[in-house]
């Protein structure tokens, strides 16, 4: 007995609805509303379904679109930044380079700063490859308009898309330094690590404290990073992957406290992302499933 195209493609569902979400907890929700609907479909209906990945793709990007419309509205809420919920990823990720640099927390900030439309168009056109009719299909629009935004949005995501030209080698290097630093309160090694410009974006959301605004600069940044010894004795701080990349956890004592996702360029860190909202760290244990 073969198995069930929805069971096949599950994981493939799960990051299309991630990707567009930016929530894991969300996408869960997302998959979970398609599969109610693929299992209402009768043993005829299904049998007429010529493509069940095209066909479960279109459902789960209009579902998406939908909760992306009003997830919007809230966000516009939200206490301090938001960022993307980080996930724990295994090896295989990492290895289909476009799909870690397409998952990576830095390029779902950037998809934020997009429309509804425009993220779902992009997500699915550029990082799932779906023909324009199929998405034309699934958003309501004709061929024609999903062109338009699928350019707009490309120019948009190339102005802002972060590059990591450096090797995954060399982002942990950086990455275990940057730690080294930071936990002896060593100033001049974070300067050293450190880009001149770095930006550092928190997100607490109101539940656990945080910058309340991006900040940049390595000189008004590593002095108030060398005191986190000071000010946090004993806490742990260690290597780890989150969404496709070279990340960090760092445990104060006993709590997946915060996650840290970083871009790294010409061995210095540029962008540092610190996840701090408890509810996004919940999952953190498990390695998510991501698949294109």
Request: hydrophobic share 50%.
């Amino acid at each position: 007995m073969s198995e069930d195209p929805f069971v096949a493609h599950r994981s493939l569902l799960f990051t299309v609805a991630y990707e567009m979400l930016g929530s894991a907890a969300d996408a869960e929700d997302v998959v979970q509303e398609a599969w109610l609907r693929w299992a209402a479909l009768t043993d005829t209906e299904r049998a007429e379904v010529r493509e069940p990945r095209a066909y479960l793709v279109r459902i789960v990007a209009r579902l998406s679109l939908n909760r992306l419309r009003t997830l919007a509205r809230q966000r516009e809420d939200y206490v301090g930044e938001w960022l993307p919920e980080p996930l724990l990823t295994s090896p295989d990720v990492a290895e289909d380079v476009e799909l870690a640099e397409n998952v990576s927390i830095a390029m779902l900030a950037v998809l934020e700063t997009l429309l509804p439309t425009e993220r779902a168009v992009f997500v699915l056109r550029e990082v799932f490859d779906v023909p324009y009719d199929e998405i034309a299909e699934a958003l309501g629009k004709s061929p024609a308009a999903v062109r338009q935004i699928a350019v707009r949005a490309r120019k948009h995501v190339a102005a802002r898309r972060p590059r990591m030209s450096v090797s995954r080698t060399e982002q942990e290097q950086v990455v275990e330094r940057f730690l080294a630093a930071l936990t002896t309160g060593d100033v001049p090694g974070l300067l050293e690590v450190l880009a001149p410009d770095v930006l550092v974006v928190g997100d607490g959301g109101g539940l656990a404290p945080t910058i309340p605004k991006p900040v940049r600069g390595a000189a008004k940044l590593a002095p108030v990073m060398a005191r986190f010894a000071e000010l946090a004795p004993g806490a742990k701080a260690f290597v780890v992957e989150l969404n496709g990349g070279i990340a960090a956890r760092i445990d104060p004592g006993g709590a997946n406290d915060t996650a840290v996702s970083f871009v790294i360029e010409d061995g210095q860190i540029r962008q540092i992302f610190a996840i701090r909202n408890p509810h996004k760290l919940e999952r953190l244990a498990e390695v998510a499933q991501l698949r294109r």
